[in-house]
């Protein structure tokens, strides 16, 4: 059935989501399936899904409700809930929407090809799962699954056409934090960390491809550790190892965890020039006693003390934050704790999140979510504001600097005036047209004029102008052309950052 069918795949949620997207596809087209645009023309329809916040929820079951109707014209259509969602709302989802065809956890993935097969030949609901099975179980199951899961990773090829300037890597799987707020360690099971051979050879494919930068993902990055014969490799060792690839021009990774970190890491980042003076590290709240109930084993002044080591080893390091506002108990002097962190840190860009319980999670069954609605979005907006204030201040700080950027593509702005200027007849027209878009080595995001030939070049960019979004400037030289073919460089287009879940 699967030769010359046709699939939508669509994403929700972080990065190990996408990765894992581009793995699901990788398999669909080895078995000769292709991709459409929408749902409505597709033989197979697959939802990517997260759990973490229940607003990424509400948006798949949106799509699956209008797909309900879609089915009723379109029996023979296929769809498919994957991912966090799938694992963590299980058969329940199959029984309340019976035109849902399959479930796949997250860590089942290399099973979907024949779970598409079974719903084809049978016609009947199928899943594939971990929840059903005890803890202990699961560990167990899991350590036979993770010979499939990873053959699936060393398996994966770029598809034709495909843009992998900024490719991802995984590192490891799962979380054993368990967090109160968080269903990761629940849809993603126990942590493992893939062997950094594997990690090295991939990123060595990838290069050979065209990528110039690499992210290494993991739930919780910095925990990575590797037995190889009585051998451990640390992240910071991996760090190392991957640095050692040629011509891989930048490294970053995303999300670290603050209680695992070794200051190992930070002399790696100092002394090894491509990994990229950016950090990620989710503080989640200021407050100490917000802290303890989420189960994050540090302090907010333990955590300060972090980010001055860093700023120590890499004066130039650039900080991205993740924090809850409004979790169980949070009172008005909890917040202004964290309003005052995210003062004292100077963060480059902030994820602020409502807090919303999780089904199975230990806030939900052990603690009350008693801040109102209207009090999380007026403590997320004020947060919010004070960020921009505090970003924006940081990039004037830039202005007249010349910074290195990696020109990703075509800036959204420039996007829509050449789509404008086609339905004109190709009338010129004083715009956008001409805008790229890249990113510096702090992750600074940067707009400047040039042509299509940049696109994929590494470019020295004077800076002029900051706006609340990004920082404006002009190519002053090339510091390293573009590595990838003419026909990509033309669609290629920047997208959107996406969060880690960690
Ligand atoms: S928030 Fe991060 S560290 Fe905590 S359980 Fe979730 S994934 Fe793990």
Redesign the pocket.
């Known amino acids: 059935m699967l030769k010359d069918a046709t699939y939508c795949l669509e994403t929700f949620g972080c990065q190990m989501n996408v990765l894992d997207s581009q793995l699901i596809e990788g398999q669909l087209r080895a078995l000769g399936m292709r991709p459409v645009a929408t749902a409505h023309e597709a033989d197979v329809v697959l939802y990517n899904t997260c759990s973490?916040r229940e607003h990424a929820e509400q948006k798949v079951l949106s799509r699956l409700g209008v797909l309900r109707r879609i089915k009723r014209h379109q029996p023979e259509k296929i769809i498919g809930v994957i991912g966090c969602m799938a694992e963590r709302a299980g058969k329940a989802l199959l029984a309340n929407m019976p035109h849902v065809d399959l479930l796949c956890g997250p860590g089942e993935l290399n099973q979907l090809p024949a779970l598409i097969e079974e719903v084809h030949a049978r016609h009947e609901q199928v899943a594939a799962l971990a929840g059903s099975l005890s803890r202990r179980t699961e560990v167990l199951q899991r350590a036979l699954e993770y010979d499939s899961l990873e053959a699936l990773d060393l398996a994966r090829r770029p598809a034709p056409g495909q843009n992998v300037l900024q490719s991802y890597i995984r590192v490891q799987r799962g979380?054993?934090?368990?967090?109160t707020?968080?269903?990761?360690?629940f849809t993603?099971g126990a942590?493992r960390s893939r062997p950094p051979a594997h990690i090295v050879d991939e990123a060595q494919m990838l290069v050979d491809h065209g990528a110039r930068e690499v992210t290494l993902l993991g739930?919780?990055v910095n925990s990575y550790l590797h037995q190889q014969g009585g051998n451990p490799v640390s992240f910071a060792k991996l760090l190392e190892r991957v640095h050692a690839v040629e011509a891989l021009d930048r490294i970053r990774f995303v999300?670290s965890?603050p209680a695992d970190w070794d200051e190992d890491i930070f002399r790696v980042m100092r002394d090894f020039p491509r990994i990229c003076p950016y950090l990620h590290l989710?503080a989640?709240s200021g407050s100490d006693r917000v802290l303890k109930a989420?189960?994050?084993p540090y302090s907010a002044a333990g955590y300060l003390n972090l980010i001055d080591k860093a700023r120590r080893y890499v004066p130039e390091i650039s900080l991205a934050g993740d924090f809850i506002v409004g979790f169980c108990g949070e009172t008005e002097q909890d917040f202004q704790a964290t309003l005052e962190l995210v003062r004292r840190i100077e963060y480059k860009n902030l994820f602020v999140f409502k807090y919303s319980p999780r089904p199975g999670t230990v806030a939900d069954r052990r603690l009350t979510d008693d801040v109102p609605d209207s009090v999380k979005t007026r403590r997320c907006n004020e947060l919010l504001a004070a960020q921009l204030e505090l970003g924006l201040a940081q990039k004037q700080r830039l202005i007249g600097r010349t910074v290195e950027v990696l020109v990703e593509g075509f800036s959204k702005a420039a996007r829509r005036a050449q789509q404008a200027e086609q339905e004109r007849g190709g009338e010129a027209t004083k715009d956008f047209s001409r805008q790229l878009v890249g990113r510096s080595r702090g992750d600074w995001i940067t707009v400047f004029d040039g042509d299509a030939g940049l696109i994929g070049a590494l470019v020295n960019v004077q800076l002029e102008r900051a706006t609340p979004l990004a920082l404006q400037g002009r190519v002053v030289s090339v510091a390293s052309p573009p590595r990838m073919p003419a026909a990509r460089r033309e669609s290629a287009h920047v997208s959107l950052p996406v969060l880690?879940?960690?």
């Open positions: 973490v979380c054993d934090k368990f967090c707020f968080c269903v990761v360690p993603r942590e739930q919780t999300t965890y989710p989640q989420m189960r994050r880690a879940a960690g």
